[in-house]
């Protein structure tokens, strides 16, 4: 989307509905009707969406305002997250973008980035601040009369004022040491009286001694007066929860900032009034604890929850924990919180053991809702993750990747390319999130196992798993296939990852496997899955490098090839990681490398030896009399003044520790002859690769 197609004007859209036809019709510039999801219009979404551009913007920026929004926001679900710092950011957009600064190359390319990225991207924030700074207004408080002071500076230092004038807001928003706030209200004569309208006071919570600076403000320049409540912004302009605010500010200090009824800041932090007049809590105030014994006990016997343990001798254990909880070791094993918001109440148990119920059924994801009724309700991975618990809990399942907003749709053109008929439902999935809102819990847990058994350390020889786990953690776009085959008895599932080497997750009777997708003989595994054939035409359609490798035979061929060269480098060309101070260091965590190392520098470099071994660990250097030594414990390192970082692994090894492995020399003799053919075939793969 360019900068001119933004600013081209639109119809006026009075309503969702109006704008759900517009839309339609292609009269929004960059919006098709792909924005739906392939599901009907939400006009309730359109409608609020429309009352907050209507509500934040003038009636000649407001079009384009719609404009702008919905192709950042690219779905209608995303609308949700546009907040008040998306507005913000929006109103810097505008303010600036006829200015003949904004032409600059490098200015340019910050505008024209803020149009393309989506809602949830970080360089929203970073956006609004740079601009700010970069077309910062110039002005100069003259008398302190430009402000009002709501709670005067105390024995430590905390104060609360009103700035009256851009050019007060512009001064109070720095303190010495500290530097200047990223506020736009002190960047912008615009944004200073755009955002005090209606006598929207921007309270500014100052301690010079202690370097804090908040700003606050009730909304009224834009809510209507049953929606008021506080939002206070750190010194980098950020949103921050009531947490920190209590924990940083005094009660004494919040209480001197009241709203138009008189009612504190105080008053409100624990509950406020929602649209519907309903008592509602205020998103961070929870309290969670962790049970001991006896309490865990009593909670599942007062709520008859049916839970077993099973130890890690995959033994039943029954419901009277007793015995098992005493045992020291396995109290790290397991552990039970019990989490409170107002009324609602949760029991969430950290296990690093399975836990099953009565009818050894596993339980995934436990966490249980405990109603004033008594009854019991269990929840699923997803309400964990959409559901506002506390994010410390979300950190002990989940990683941020699993947290962002789902992306996914379903492709409705299979049914075209599907030999019969249509109980299959495929999706393409671009996120993790994705994945984990479409998959069943015993998939998506399946999942987490695998990640759980790799060591980042050293990587499985396993492709598959070494994909999967770069999926959960790289920051890489992916897009997987995922069926859902719908059978009247029974749901079946199959997740198709279209990585440089894919690979699927199918069933298989109870369990879940897990395989390359390297011949087309594996097509059969698909096949048999959804009970059904796909013309490999849809594949070529929408997936080319799905279809080369399924079907493309020249393709496989110079796959396989580049493979085997991958194994050759990885496995036989040896080199130091880096090199620091004339030291030599090298990472060898697999038997075959350090087999090579052994042949090809057993006559140069002095390598320990025990009788007829050579002893090496994962992590060597070479000094500069050419004497090998195996870094073991982060003492050796230390001593090289080197960490795991310098080699460029990611993790770390339990305890800092390494382990030697002894090399049989004639081991190593029988494995290079043996395996001479092999590699003077492959070394001439590489020069014709590399040609």
Same mark, same amino acid.
């Given at each position: ?49 429309? @009352? ?32 008040? @710092? ?47 700074? $970069? ?42 040491? $500290? ?44 809510? *209507? ?142 966490? *249980? ?13 997803? &309400? ?59 998939? *998506? ?15 499985? @020889? ?20 995922? &069926? ?167 993790? *770390? ?25 092999? $590699?003077?075939?492959?070394?001439? $793969? ?6």
């Amino acid at each position: 989307m360019s900068i001119k197609s933004i600013l081209l004007e639109a119809t006026e859209y009075a309503d969702g509905t109006s704008l759900v036809k517009a839309i339609l019709r292609g009269q929004v510039v960059g919006i098709s009707k792909r924005f739906f999801n392939s599901e009907e219009p939400d006009t309730k979404i359109l409608d609020k969406f429309l @009352q907050i551009v209507k509500t934040n913007f003038d009636k000649p920026l407001q079009n384009k305002a719609i404009v702008l929004l919905l192709n950042k926001a690219k779905y209608i679900d995303n609308l949700k997250y546009i907040d008040n @710092q998306i507005i913000d950011a929006t109103k810097t957009y505008f303010n600036n973008i006829n200015k003949s600064k904004a032409k600059e190359p490098e200015v340019k390319k910050l505008f024209d980035k803020f149009e393309e990225v989506d809602l949830t991207d970080s360089f929203n924030q970073e956006f609004e601040n740079r601009i700010n700074r $970069l077309f910062i207004d110039m002005a100069k408080m003259k008398s302190n009369d430009e402000y009002e002071v709501i709670y005067p500076t105390d024995e430590e230092g905390w104060e609360v004022v009103v700035p009256k004038t851009f050019a007060a807001a512009k001064s109070l928003s720095s303190i010495k040491g $500290l530097g200047k706030a990223y506020w736009c209200t002190s960047a912008s004569s615009f944004n200073f009286n755009d955002y005090t309208r209606k006598n929207n006071k921007l309270y500014m919570i100052r301690n010079v001694k202690k370097k804090i600076l908040y700003q606050m403000d009730w909304g009224y320049a834009y809510e *209507y007066e049953s929606d008021i409540s506080p939002s206070f912004k750190n010194f980098r302009d950020k949103s921050v929860s009531i947490n920190e605010v209590l924990k940083n500010i005094p009660l004494r200090v919040l209480s001197s900032i009241k709203n138009k009824k008189g009612v504190s800041v105080v008053d409100l932090l624990d509950k406020f009034k929602n649209e519907k007049g309903e008592e509602k809590q205020l998103d961070t105030v929870w309290k969670y604890e962790e049970l001991s014994k006896k309490q865990f006990l009593d909670l599942i016997e007062q709520y008859h929850i049916n839970i077993n343990v099973i130890n890690s001798s995959n033994k039943a254990i029954n419901i009277n924990l007793e015995t098992v909880l005493s045992d020291k070791n396995y109290k790290n094993l397991i552990k039970f919180f019990l989490l409170k918001n107002g009324n609602k109440k949760f029991l969430y148990i950290d296990s690093k053991e399975e836990i099953y119920d009565k009818k050894k059924r596993k339980i995934l994801f436990p966490i *249980y809702e405990l109603k004033e009724n008594g009854k019991v309700i269990k929840h699923d991975k997803n &309400f964990i993750a959409k559901e506002n618990l506390p994010e410390v809990l979300k950190g002990k399942i989940f990683n941020p990747k699993e947290l962002e907003k789902p992306i996914f749709r379903e492709i409705k053109e299979v049914k075209d390319y599907l030999v019969s008929s249509n109980t299959v439902k495929l999706y393409e999935i671009k996120n993790l999130a994705g994945i984990r809102t479409l998959v069943s819990s015993n998939l *998506y847990s399946f999942l987490k196992k695998q990640i759980e058994s790799v060591n980042p350390l050293a990587p499985s @020889q396993n492709s598959t798993l070494n994909s999967l786990y770069k999926i959960f953690n790289s920051k890489r776009p992916m897009v997987a296939l995922y &069926f859902k085959v719908i059978n009247k008895s029974s749901i079946n599932e199959f997740l198709l990852f279209n990585t440089e080497n894919p690979f699927f997750i199918y069933k298989y009777y109870d369990r879940y496997e897990m395989e390359e997708l390297q011949k087309k003989e594996r097509f059969t595994v698909i096949a048999s899955t959804l009970k059904k054939e796909i013309d490999p035409e849809f594949f070529k359609k929408y997936y080319q490098s799905l279809y080369n490798r399924l079907f493309n035979k020249e393709y496989n061929l110079n796959y396989n090839n580049r493979q085997d060269t991958e194994l050759y480098k990885m496995l036989y060309i040896v080199q130091p990681r880096f090199i620091k101070n004339g030291n030599k260091f090298y990472y060898l965590p697999n038997i075959k490398q350090k087999i090579y190392f052994c042949d090809k520098y057993k006559d140069i470099y002095k390598i320990k030896r025990d009788g007829k071994y050579f002893v090496l660990g994962d992590f060597i250097v070479v000094d500069k009399n050419n004497k090998v030594t195996s870094l073991l414990k982060k003492e050796d390192f230390d001593k090289f003044n080197v960490s795991f970082s310098d080699f460029r692994v990611n993790g *770390y090894y339990d305890k800092l520790e390494s382990f030697t492995i002894k090399v049989n020399k004639e081991l190593v003799n029988a494995a290079i002859k043996e395996k001479k053919e092999e $590699l003077e075939k492959t070394k001439a $793969l590489i020069r014709k690769n590399t040609k």
